[in-house]
């Protein structure tokens, strides 16, 4: 099982969440709450309004996600859906723990809140120069405030 930390659309009550639930692209278990230890630009960009993570540690902010135990299946459907690598590559990131559901057999394998774990993000390298000059977030939300509505892949043209 992999650690998949997730900052935008797939998170609980965002509009892509169900492809972690439905089990028909492998198993995902959420584990907890967690920011990232670097900060990191998280901005919403392009005509479809997605979330990006820029891959630039110590700009930005502590960006607040959701950490899941994946298994391979559903690591290799989260990189087909993210369009790994060309669209977003996969890296591994420092995640402070917020706080901890996980069912652990062992109560030593729970980690505890604020102890570092290492996880994998879909992160990038491959945006738009101009993206750097957009509003930074420290927490995603398709709803929030910003804005910037959400476009689902099947509304896309």
């Not at 299946?73 to 060309?86: T, V």
């Amino acid at each position: 099982m992999a650690r998949v930390f997730v900052y935008g659309t797939l998170k609980k009550g965002q509009p892509n969440y169900q492809h972690m639930i439905n089990g028909t692209h492998g198993r995902a278990r959420f584990q907890g709450r967690g920011r990232t230890v670097e900060k990191y630009p998280l901005v919403i960009a392009g005509k479809y309004n997605i979330p990006f993570l820029l891959n630039i540690p110590g700009t930005g902010h502590h960006v607040s996600g959701e950490i899941y135990s994946v298994d391979d299946q559903m690591l290799q459907f989260l990189d087909e859906f993210e369009g790994c690598p060309d669209m977003y590559q996969r890296t591994p990131v420092r995640i402070v723990v917020v706080e901890w559901e996980g069912k652990s057999s062992a109560p030593e394998e729970r980690p505890a809140v604020n102890s570092i774990m290492e996880c994998v993000v879909y992160s990038t390298t491959t945006y738009q120069p101009e993206w750097i000059n957009l509003p930074y977030y420290d927490n995603y939300d398709s709803l929030g405030n910003h804005g910037l509505h959400y476009v689902l892949r099947e509304s896309r043209d």
